[in-house]
C-alpha cells in the first residue's frame, strides 16, 4: 500500500536553498503546528484521523441500509458539507448507490431537477448541515422533504438521514422528534476539513468507496507528516514555498489537473485554501486549470501574462488504459505520426509539455507527485496530506485556518432582505 505523495519543485523565481532558509527561520512556528500546538482551540478534530475509526462500524452499516432500500441518495450540503464527497465520488467513480448533490446553489432548475428525482426514483435524502442556518441547503431540503411527503406519506421520515451537531444541534432537535436516522458532526471539526470524517465518509460509503481504506490512507499520511523532519516534509515546504511565492508577488495559486475526474477534488482543495486562508493581503486566491482543456483558455494568459500565477501541478496518475491510437489508413488526417502509441502517453507529454513551457519561461511551477493509481487508499493520503498543508501555510501567513467570519457577509444581507426573525407577512 506504499504510495507517497512526493514533492518535487521545478520553480524559477526562487533562489537555491532559500526554501531551506524560510523553514529554519520559521521553525518554531513548523514545530508548533507538526505538533498541533498551534491554534489549539481548534478545532483541530481532523489532525488525527485515527479518531474517524471509531464511527466507521456506524457509517458503514447505515450505509449499507440505505444501499439495500434505495437507488438514489439526494446528498444536501454546501461548502465544507458536500465538496469531500463529491471529490471522492468523482476521481473514484465507484459502483454503490447513485448520488446526486444539492443544496449548493439556489437555482430553481436545479431544485426543479432535484424534486423530479425524488418524483421518478426510489430516492432518499441526507442533508449534512453543521449550524443549519444556512438558507441553500435548509431550503433545499425543505422542498425535497415536502416532495417526499407528498409521495410516500407517513412513512417518508424512513427515507431522511441527518448529518448535524449533535447535542443542542437544531437537525438533532428535528431528526428525534421527526424519526430522521441522524449521524453527529463532530463538534471538534469544521466543514473544509471533515472530508475524512462522518460528513464525507457517510455519503462516500453509500456511493460504495472503500472508506476504510480511505482512512488507512490518512492515518498513514498523518503519521508520516508529523514524524518528518521540517526540511524533508513535504508538507512543510509545500506551505514554505507557497509563502515564499506570495511574497515575491504571486497573488493566484491554480490547481493543475490532467483528469476530469479530478475536477471534484481540484474544487475541494480551492474551497480548503479560499476559506482557511482568505483573511488577509498575501493569501494566495486559489483557483483550478483542467488541461488540456484550459490550455486553450487561460494556457495564454499563463505563459505571457503578468507573473502572477504559480502552477501546482498535480503529478497523480489516474487509471491506466488500454486504449491505444489506431491508424487511420484510408483517411489521411495528418496525425498518423501518432499511431500504435498508448492512448495515455499523450496526456503524459501534455503534462510535461505544458509545465516545461510555463518554467522555461520563469514561470513559478510546482509539482506534486505521486506514485500510484489513484485508489480510496491514495486519495486518502492526498486529502490529508492538503488539510495538513494548508493549517502549515496559516500559520506561515499569520491567520487563523478555522475560522470564516467573512462568509456571514452576504448571509446577512440575504437574511436581512428576506426578513429573517420576522413574522411573515409583517
Ligand atoms: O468549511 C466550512 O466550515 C464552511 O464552508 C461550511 O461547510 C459551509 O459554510 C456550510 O456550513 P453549514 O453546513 O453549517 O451550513
Not at 443542542?168 to 475524512?196: C, K, M, T
Request: hydrophobic share 40%; with cysteine.
Amino acid at each position: 500500500m506504499e504510495h507517497a505523495v512526493s514533492f518535487e519543485v521545478t520553480i524559477s523565481g526562487i533562489k537555491e536553498g532559500a526554501v531551506d532558509s524560510f523553514i529554519l527561520y520559521n521553525e518554531g512556528l513548523i514545530q508548533s503546528g507538526l505538533s498541533a500546538e498551534a491554534y489549539a482551540e481548534g478545532p483541530l478534530g481532523w489532525f488525527d484521523p485515527n479518531t474517524s475509526m471509531q464511527s466507521l462500524q456506524a457509517i458503514q452499516s447505515l450505509a449499507a441500509r440505505v444501499q439495500a432500500r434505495f437507488d438514489l441518495l439526494i446528498v444536501i450540503g454546501i461548502g465544507g458539507s458536500n465538496r469531500g464527497a463529491v471529490a471522492a465520488v468523482g476521481a473514484l467513480s465507484p459502483t454503490g448507490t447513485e448520488l446526486f448533490f444539492a443544496g449548493d446553489t439556489l437555482s430553481a432548475t436545479q431544485l426543479a431537477k432535484a424534486i423530479r428525482l425524488v418524483q421518478e426514483r426510489n430516492a432518499a435524502l441526507c442533508v449534512i448541515a453543521k449550524d443549519f442556518n444556512t438558507i441553500e441547503p435548509g431550503i433545499t431540503f425543505r422542498m425535497l422533504r415536502k416532495e417526499l411527503e407528498r409521495k410516500y406519506g407517513s412513512s417518508s421520515h424512513e427515507r431522511i438521514i441527518a448529518i448535524g451537531s449533535g447535542g443542542e444541534g437544531q437537525l438533532h432537535h428535528l431528526a428525534q422528534r421527526h424519526q430522521w436516522e441522524f449521524l453527529a458532526f463532530p463538534a471538534d471539526i469544521n466543514g473544509r476539513y471533515s472530508v475524512l470524517s462522518t460528513v464525507g465518509l457517510f455519503p462516500m460509503a453509500v456511493a460504495g468507496v472503500d472508506i476504510e481504506s480511505l482512512i488507512a490512507g490518512g492515518i498513514a499520511e498523518h503519521q508520516r507528516l508529523t514524524t518528518l523532519k521540517p526540511l524533508m516534509n513535504p508538507a512543510v515546504r509545500y506551505a514554505a514555498i507557497r509563502n515564499l511565492l506570495s511574497k515575491q508577488g504571486s497573488i493566484i495559486e491554480a490547481l493543475v489537473i490532467f483528469e476530469p475526474a479530478l475536477e471534484g477534488f481540484a474544487r475541494w482543495w480551492v474551497q480548503l485554501f479560499g476559506e482557511s486562508e482568505g483573511k488577509k493581503e498575501g493569501a494566495l486566491f486559489p483557483t483550478y486549470f483542467s488541461y488540456s482543456e484550459d490550455l486553450h483558455a487561460i494556457g495564454q494568459y499563463v505563459q505571457e501574462g503578468p507573473r502572477i500565477i504559480v502552477e501546482t501541478f498535480l503529478n497523480y496518475t489516474y487509471k491506466s488504459s488500454p486504449l491505444v491510437i489506431e491508424p487511420s489508413c484510408e483517411i489521411q488526417d495528418r496525425f498518423d505520426y501518432l499511431d500504435d502509441r498508448p492512448f495515455d502517453t499523450l496526456n503524459e507529454v501534455v503534462y510535461q509539455a505544458a509545465l516545461n513551457a510555463h518554467a522555461s519561461d520563469q514561470r513559478p511551477v510546482i509539482e506534486l507527485s505521486s506514485s500510484q493509481s489513484i485508489s480510496a487508499y491514495s486519495l486518502g493520503q492526498s486529502f490529508y496530506f492538503f488539510l495538513f498543508s494548508v493549517y502549515l501555510s496559516s500559520l506561515l501567513l499569520g491567520v487563523n485556518p478555522f475560522t470564516q467570519d467573512g462568509v456571514e457577509g452576504y448571509k446577512k444581507n440575504m437574511y436581512h432582505q428576506l426578513g429573517k426573525g420576522k413574522v411573515w407577512p409583517d
